[in-house]
């Protein structure tokens, strides 16, 4: 049975969040992210593209580590997955825009897999911390995979991925080749998987989740089938994580075997522990902040940078469970008496 | 007319330990019945067969006129068989009215009658000043009743209470006396406790079942059992 | 005198079996954090890495091999009482924390591991090169060494936890913790004790396994995975017997479907096969009702 927790200042406002003032934010981020192209030029509006996506591969993990409580390593599997799916899509022509064809077999596969195999495990009860050694287990099955399988996936090299288009049917389309039209195409799709995320995890649905993530014997006990639950939060996370996938294989043009090496899964599970996994806007911005620095500090200083970032991942596990969200909060809430 | 909870030749093996051993048991709906016994006379035991955390060894169990033998631990939450534990087994990190949010949800039902369910049991368990507290602030007796009151947001039928005063004060267990009365009344519940404190015992003023060493000893009322000769003999030295 | 096909045959029995022992011990000391202290040990695969980087390093600087493996053993050990006293230690009781905990470990000696000594990949030379002939089949020599030296290790642990009291002492804190200390247990050092012991092995089985591959800082990952599934299969608190049958399968499986199609096909689907073990075994690895 779940431990009680000790009531150290950790324990609680970690959990306490201002539901409203996280739309808020949300809202003020999106308004600022949407006015950025035309204030700032060049390398980052090149760049953040990425990073968003990336965030939105934090998000899927948030949304299950976070309020579920099931922690994953296999994000970056289904990330892989949706990848390769954008990539041989390109590469075949399915269809009249391969690209949506991605992106919608995306989710499906990244779906139904993870629904699958979660329904293999949960039903049968297996502990939590043995699904991270089995999600962990599967990141590496899928780089073995994407390695063997060479005829189709270009093996361990990789292999090059047409950007796709988009297309309106008789109304034309629009081809994404500047920053720009990236930018505007890629911002509105991370802003809706948000606000998707955000409204199941405050459905009574998502209130479930939570139960399970405090106490699953007391949510068993009152006739919640928690199986049925985590197989779904998981099925939602790998269907987002796959898509994501998708998107990114667009973008960054080029896919190889690397996207599901255990680095690649660490790093998603260290974006969203230093970012916050208690909100998802939280694990979102830390997955674009994490990453994005990650990339900037690995030019200059590659070795000690990711040394810091275990460092400073450790920190988070031990005394910041709340992550960089959590110290923010508690600084806010010394401020205001609000809470309680 | 068959009985709200009817148990016949409930029986646990555990590698050679008979903890429960053919007991026959039942229950009328909206009886409170205490069940008392020794250290090891298998009233967990007994309780845990019920609720569904352990699958009977041979025997069978009837609820509301159903065999329920077979049937997973989910599914009887589902049909009302709800248990509390004997450490608080609460949301921590949840606000009481989150706690009870959530334990309502796990009955189909409008989310009026769920909010006006949620309103009596909030001030039955007298926690109405605490409903945005997080669970863990709560002291010890507080929890219990925070369980109970989860329970009862849950809409359920039988209470299986182990121990629900264990590690209460003395005002906090005559609260605890006074509010299970209250519960019967209100919402037309069947409890089976497992307790130790003979003052609770007493001022609950329900028919008791004594279990030692797997078997029903003997069932009366509580000045019945009080005074029987044999149950002090099993008692000997527990007062 | 032996037809091919029983060549085949022989060398498939005879790769299978030497791996049986290789994996074993590599896996034996996540076993016994696992099987014991109930912690898995997420450093596991990186103190197999560290272990033969030792070895490496003592090699290099003319140390005889057989030292350099002590060495490498005791220099890895003495890691892992660093992290049990200053971290591990507070966290027992949260077994989602020291998971993670180990993870962040495993990250920051990786990282360590590459900035003392280099991304590119190091050998250590095999001290007994070639193969042995014996009955007419071919034996690699080093190999069968330390599948030997494997069953020696196995052996000394047996005797260990069987036969010494000690032993006893220590597989009673595990059958129940709270008789253990009225015993007059020192729960505390148990636990250090066996932390330690678990990084030695971890240690031991990098410095032996260091001549068989080159070596980079991620050697160590795959065989984190690979023991938790040989515990798994085998049985968790099964120390010995179980870590035997879990490499067994799991290693006996990767040499028989790697006879069929390429070693990294074959690795997934030994992976596959023991996640449905996980799922069907009743014993550890389903939630207690």
């Known amino acids: 049975m779940k431990r009680v927790l000790s009531s150290t200042s950790t324990a609680a406002p970690a959990r306490r969040f201002n539901w409203r003032s996280e739309w808020m934010l949300a809202a003020v981020t999106l308004v600022l992210a949407a006015l950025l192209p035309t204030v700032v030029s060049g390398y980052p509006i090149y760049v953040l593209p990425e990073y968003m996506i990336y965030g939105m591969l934090a998000m899927s993990l948030g949304m299950l580590w976070g309020f579920t409580g099931i922690l994953s390593f296999g994000q970056a599997a289904f990330f892989t997955l949706g990848a390769y799916a954008m990539g041989l899509a390109m590469k075949w022509g399915i269809g009249p825009n391969p690209g949506y064809v991605a992106l919608l077999a995306s989710i499906l596969i990244g779906g139904v897999l993870a629904a699958l195999v979660g329904y293999f495990l949960f039903s049968a009860g297996v502990r939590d911390i043995y699904f991270v050694l089995v999600t962990l287990a599967l990141s590496i099955m899928v780089e073995q995979i994407t390695i063997s399988q060479s005829q189709v996936t270009g093996g361990f090299n990789g292999m090059f991925v047409q950007r796709m288009e988009l297309t309106f049917g008789p109304f034309g389309k629009i081809s994404l080749t500047h920053d720009v039209a990236v930018y505007y195409a890629v911002l509105p799709v991370v802003a809706f998987v948000y606000w998707l995320l955000r409204r199941i995890v405050a459905s009574s649905f998502g209130k479930v989740l939570i139960g399970i993530r405090e106490n699953e014997d007391r949510a068993i006990s009152l006739g919640f089938s928690t199986s049925f639950y985590k197989t779904a939060a998981f099925a939602i996370s790998g269907a987002v994580a796959c898509f994501a996938g998708a998107l990114y294989g667009s973008h960054a043009q080029f896919v190889s075997p690397s996207l599901a090496s255990v680095q690649f899964s660490t790093e998603i599970v260290i974006w969203v522990a230093i970012g916050g996994r208690q909100s998802l806007l939280a694990a979102l911005l830390g997955g674009i902040a994490v990453a994005s620095l990650s990339n900037y500090l690995n030019t200059i200083t590659p070795l000690y940078w990711q040394l810091v970032l275990g460092l400073v991942f450790i920190a988070a596990i031990v005394g910041f469970k709340g992550g960089v969200a959590g110290v923010v909060q508690r600084l806010a809430a010394k401020r205001s008496e609000e809470d309680i | ?239 | ?289």
């Open chain 3, 1 to 289: 005198m032996y037809t091919p096909v029983m060549h085949t045959i022989a060398s498939v029995v005879i790769d299978g079996t030497l791996i049986t022992f290789v994996f074993a011990l590599a896996a034996l000391g996540l076993a016994v954090i696992f099987g014991l202290i109930g912690v898995i040990n997420m450093a596991h695969g990186a103190m197999l890495t560290l272990g033969a980087y030792f070895t490496w390093a003592a090699v290099t600087h003319g140390i005889p091999f057989p030292v350099a493996v002590v060495l490498a053993a005791c220099g890895v050990a003495l890691i892992g009482l660093a992290l049990e006293h200053f971290a591990i230690r507070f966290f027992y009781d949260r077994p989602f924390e020291t998971l993670l905990l180990t993870w962040g470990f495993f990250l920051v000696i990786t990282e360590i591991i590459k900035i003392v000594f280099g991304t590119d990949t190091r050998t250590v030379t095999t001290p007994f090169p070639g193969a042995m002939h014996i009955l007419g089949l071919e034996l690699p020599a080093y190999e069968t060494a330390v599948a030997g030296i494997s069953v020696v290790v196995l052996c000394v642990v047996a005797f260990v936890f069987y036969r010494t009291s000690l032993g006893i002492k220590i597989r009673a804190l595990t059958q129940n913790r709270d008789v253990a200390s009225l015993l007059g247990l020192n729960i505390q050092a148990t636990y250090k004790l066996v932390f330690v012991t678990g990084a030695f092995l971890a240690g031991l089985a990098g410095a032996l396994i260091a001549p068989m591959l080159s070596i980079d800082p991620t050697i160590g990952n795959i065989y984190l995975v690979r023991s938790f599934f040989v515990v798994i299969v085998g049985g968790i608190g099964q120390i010995l017997g179980g870590t035997i049958v879990g490499s067994f399968l799991i290693g006996g499986s990767e040499t028989v479907f790697a006879q069929m199609s390429s070693q990294v096909i074959a690795q997934t689907i030994v992976f596959a096969l023991a996640i449905v073990v996980l799922r069907f075994r009743p014993s550890g690895v389903m939630k207690a009702k």
């Open chain 2, 1 to 239: 007319m068959s009985e709200f909870l009817e148990v016949r030749g409930l029986t646990k093996r555990f590698r050679g330990l008979i903890a429960n051993d053919r007991i026959d048991f039942s229950l009328a709906s909206g009886a409170l019945r205490c069940v008392i016994g020794p250290n090891g006379a298998g009233k967990t035991t007994f309780i845990s067969m019920i609720s569904g955390h352990l699958e009977p060894s041979a025997g069978t169990i009837r609820f509301k006129g159903r065999d329920i033998t077979g049937l997973s631990l989910v599914r009887r939450a589902r049909i009302g068989i709800s248990r509390k534990f004997q450490t608080p087994t609460v949301f921590d990190n949840l606000t009481v009215m989150e706690n009870l949010e959530l334990a309502a949800l796990g009955k189909p039902g409008a989310a009026t009658a769920r909010q006006s369910r949620i309103e009596e049991v909030i001030e039955i368990t007298r926690l109405s000043n605490l409903a945005r507290r997080p669970a863990f602030t709560l002291s010890h007796g507080q929890r219990q009743w925070l369980e109970v009151g989860l329970l009862l947001a849950n809409r359920a039928e039988l209470l299986l209470l182990d121990e629900p005063t264990a590690g209460m004060t003395s005002e906090e267990t005559h609260a605890t006396a006074e509010l299970l009365h209250n519960l019967s009344d209100r919402f037309k519940l069947t409890v089976i406790i497992i307790e130790h404190d003979i003052n609770f015992i007493r001022d609950l003023r329900s028919p008791v079942t004594v279990l030692h060493l797997g078997r029903i000893l003997m069932e009366g009322t509580f000045d019945e059992v009080s005074r029987d000769e044999q149950v002090r003999n099993v008692y000997l030295g527990t007062a």
